[in-house]
């Protein structure tokens, strides 16, 4: 059994920034990828990032040069670094275990 613990969620104003942390139970972090996703009212949940092992990444287009994923296998911790944030970024952030394992979520409000 993995827990993931989500943490940095909040308000912010539009073009600010955020950094979400997801910590991870468990002796494999660093062997596995490791994703973070989003779900608005109204919306399916869909993929902002992820991070493969070895350290390649890939993004949702509409985060693209905003947002960062980034990953500490000292510490079994992945992090979604957002800048620039929209009201449309607005939504819970979840992180993803390769294995299926999903964190509780983290909300993020961006309104002025």
């Known amino acids: 059994q993995v827990q993931l613990v989500e943490s940095g969620g909040g308000l912010v104003q539009p073009g600010g920034s955020l950094r979400l942390s997801c910590a991870a139970s468990g002796s494999i972090f660093r062997f596995v990828t490791m994703g973070w996703y989003r779900q608005a009212p109204g919306n399916q949940r869909e993929l902002v990032a992820r991070i493969t092992s070895d350290g390649r990444t890939n993004y949702a287009d509409s985060v693209k040069g905003r947002f960062t994923i980034s990953r500490d296998n000292a510490k079994n911790t992945v992090y979604l670094q957002m800048n620039s944030l929209k009201p449309e970024d607005t939504a819970v952030y979840y992180c993803?275990?390769?294995?299926?394992?999903w964190g509780q979520g983290t909300q993020v409000t961006v309104s002025s």
């Open positions: 993803l275990h390769e294995y299926n394992y």
